[in-house]
């Protein structure tokens, strides 16, 4: 019997929430807000973000300078976005250790970063259940080289380490209890998808190597701001949506005995 699962998928909003350009006030197509109005929930579904959420913008920059507890108001948006998990970005560090929490205090979804230790609501792995019976396994993980850009002070108390051997371990604590397995990583690609060549020789972007060394079916990645159409690398299906909500990816997975197949669509804001 088939099951399916439908995920809509964003990142690096990068605090651009309102269809809006602040330098001329005009509208325009893009803003998280001309995604999330399309997204339609049910009990199989799950809406996912990558990261980079609370830095980019003059209104994030305002919330964080000029007002207190501007996370929360963050938060309230992605509440009404409906997002059931999350990751953290590299920009999200940004403003320290207690906007991040206090972001994720107000929070509705689960924030989930296997390589990141110290921040109280973050979570290496979580297991859902649709209302279909499939059981979906979830891992998030972000770039290490938060470490190499963030300043210092930002970091006390928190630990970020080397995303794949936490992916890796979180992976196996997942096996035998899922039906589908899912990594969000805010991080991209050192190679290109195409023809395999190298693109970069640092481990900021990994995610070629995730799809070589591990197994995910479904592999959520961001930082780069490039779109990639859903495509299968090494046995895992890929995605990546570009930034400031020009774009979301609407993915969907039919699960049966005779194996997984996922299909996806990126649909851009000014079509939404």
Known sequence: MKKTLTIYYTSDVHGSFSP??????????????NCIRNFRKDGNTLVIDGGDVLQGSPFTYYLY???????????EVMNIGGYDFVTLGNHD????????????????ATCLCANVKGIHGVEETAVVTLENGLRIGIVGIVTDYVNIWEKPEHLSGITISDPIPAARAALESLRGRVDVTLCIYHGGFERDLATGRVLSTTH?????????????DLLLTG????????????GTFVVQPTDRGQEFLHIEAAISETGKRFTSETIPASGA
């Open 20 to 33: 809006v350009d602040y330098a001329s006030g005009k509208r325009i197509a893009s803003g998280l807000a």
């Open 65 to 75: 300078n000029q007002r207190e507890g501007g996370g929360k108001l963050i938060a």
């Open 93 to 108: 560090f940004n403003y320290g250790k207690n906007a991040v929490g206090t972001y994720l205090s107000a929070l509705h």
């Open 204 to 216: 900021e972007n990994v995610a070629y190597r995730l799809c070589q060394e591990l197994d995910f």
């Open 223 to 234: 930082h780069q701001h490039m779109t990639v159409h859903g495509q299968t690398l090494c």
